[in-house]
T-cell receptor, first 115, second 115 residues
Framework: GAGVSQSPSNKVTEKGKDVELRCDPISGHTALYWYRQSLGQGLEFLIYFQGNSAPDKSGLPSDRFSAERTGGSVSTLTIQRTQQEDSAVYLC?????????????FGPGTRLTVT | AQSVSQHNHHVILSEAASLELGCNYSYGGTVNLFWYVQYPGQHLQLLLKYFSGDPLVKGIKGFEAEFIKSKFSFNLRKPSVQWSDTAEYFCAVISFSGGYNKLIFGAGTRLAVHP
C-alpha cells in the first residue's frame, strides 16, 4: 500500500515568509509525528498527534512553529516568519497507534531552505 | 530524559570489511530499540528493532544488533559490508511519557564503503 507522503519535496523561501509543509500518513494510522533533521544535528522530535489532538508539542522550537491535523489524517506543519536556522529536512512519520506497535514509518521529507 | 549516543559520526570502510556501529542509551528500564538507515536520496527505513526476547536481533540486508542491558548498548554489526551499504545509520529508543511514545534518535553515523 501507499507509504507516508510529504509535500513539497523541496521548498526554498525567503527569510520572514511563512511556509506550510504537508504530511499524508499511511491510511488507518492514528499516530503521526513530525521530526526535523538538521545538518549535523540528527533527528529532533517536534510534535506528536494521536488522532487530531497533539498531546505532545514539547519539541516545537519556538512559537513560530505550529501544526494541525484534520480528519485524523493529513497534517500541516506551519512555520511563520521563517529564519535561516529553520533550514532543515522536515520528516513526518506515522504508526498505527496501537499499544505495543511502535514502529514508525517515515515519509521522504521536505527539504526547507530559507535564504 | 532519555538520550542516545552514537560514538562514530563518520566511518569509512572497504568492501568486505566488518562493521560495528556503537549505540548507547541512557534509560535503565524497559527499552524498545531501533536502527534506521537512510540511503542517499531516500527516506528513513527500519533496519531492525528490539522489544524483548533474544538480545541478538537480525535485520534486513544481513545486519544484526545485540542488546546488552548491562552496558546500555545496542550496537549494529555486519560481517561484510558492500558498497550499497553506504548510508547514514540512526539508533533510536522509544521514550514513553504521559501514555504515548516518541522516538529519541542518536546523531547518526555516516558510513562510506569504498569498492
Amino acid at each position: 500500500g501507499a507509504g507516508v507522503s510529504q509535500s513539497p519535496s523541496n521548498k526554498v523561501t525567503e527569510k520572514g515568509k511563512d511556509v506550510e509543509l504537508r504530511c499524508d500518513p499511511i491510511s488507518g494510522h492514528t499516530a503521526l509525528y513530525w521530526y526535523r533533521q538538521s545538518l549535523g544535528q540528527g533527528l529532533e522530535f517536534l510534535i506528536y498527534f494521536q488522532g487530531n489532538s497533539a498531546p505532545d508539542k514539547s519539541g516545537l522550537p519556538s512559537d513560530r512553529f505550529s501544526a494541525e491535523r484534520t480528519g485524523g489524517s493529513v497534517s500541516t506543519l506551519t512555520i511563520q516568519r521563517t529564519q535561516q536556522e529553520d533550514s532543515a529536512v522536515y520528516l513526518c512519520a506515522s504508526t498505527t497507534g496501537l499499544a505495543g506497535n511502535y514502529e514508525q514509518y517515515f515519509g521522504p521529507g521536505t527539504r526547507l531552505t530559507v535564504t | 530524559a532519555q538520550s542516545v549516543s552514537q560514538h562514530n559520526h563518520h566511518v569509512i570502510l572497504s568492501e568486505a570489511a566488518s562493521l560495528e556501529l556503537g549505540c548507547n542509551y541512557s534509560y535503565g528500564g524497559t527499552v524498545n530499540l531501533f536502527w534506521y538507515v537512510q540511503y542517499p536520496g531516500q527516506h528513513l527505513q527500519l533496519l531492525l528493532k528490539y522489544f524483548s526476547g533474544d538480545p541478538l536481533v537480525k535485520g534486513i540486508k544481513g545486519f544484526e544488533a545485540e542488546f546488552i542491558k548491562s552496558k546500555f548498548s545496542f550496537n549494529l554489526r555486519k560481517p561484510s559490508v558492500q558498497w550499497s551499504d553506504t548510508a547514514e545509520y540512526f539508533c533510536a529508543v522509544i521514550s514513553f511519557s504521559g501514555g504515548y511514545n516518541k522516538l529519541i534518535f542518536g546523531a547518526g553515523t555516516r558510513l562510506a564503503v569504498h569498492p
